[in-house]
């Protein structure tokens, strides 16, 4: 289950939950103020910052070039 992360538009706090795909969007109590007022803000993971280090580094780390 993928972890999401939102944002209250009520007490400006920002938590992570982890939820289904399927009710990502759905409305979800906010744990300071219990509010329903948040907004799901995108995740980190989901942006692909982390792909494009291990497509760089190409050259393999244990050939046995003699
Ligand atoms: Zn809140």
Same mark, same amino acid.
């Given at each position: ?41 995108? %995740? ?8 494009? %280090?291990?497509?760089? %580094? ?9």
């Amino acid at each position: 289950m993928p972890i999401y992360s939102y944002h209250c538009e009520q007490c400006q706090t920002e938590f992570t939950e982890l939820r289904r795909c399927s009710e990502m969007d759905a409305p979800i109590d906010c744990p300071e103020c219990g509010g329903r007022e948040s907004q799901r803000m995108l %995740s980190g993971f989901a942006v692909g910052s982390g792909a494009a %280090s291990t497509a760089s %580094s190409s050259q393999p780390a244990s050939s046995p070039f003699r």
